[in-house]
């Protein structure tokens, strides 16, 4: 599973605090999550944190350049 953890525009990072009380939705794959994180963007908020049970942990500057067509992030998605 990976969670996408979002939040008002402005904020980056998430304190363990911050994360806790944070709004996140749940996906299966990380296509999924990511397509979750452009759709935030497009309403106005920000994807802050994408988390995967696998390890996988990408902050919001790889979220964004996710969203650019990185291929830095290839290896994510290939990780299902």
Do not use: W
């Amino acid at each position: 599973m990976y969670r996408v953890y979002s939040g008002p525009p402005g904020i980056k990072k998430l304190s363990p605090e911050e994360k806790a009380r944070c709004l996140y939705e749940e996906f299966g794959f990380i296509d999924e999550a990511l397509d979750f994180a452009a759709q935030v963007t497009r309403k106005g908020r920000v994807a802050i944190l994408i988390e995967g049970d696998n390890g996988i942990e990408l902050n919001f500057s790889e979220i964004a350049d996710a969203m650019d067509g990185d291929d830095r992030l290839a290896a994510a998605r290939a990780v299902h």
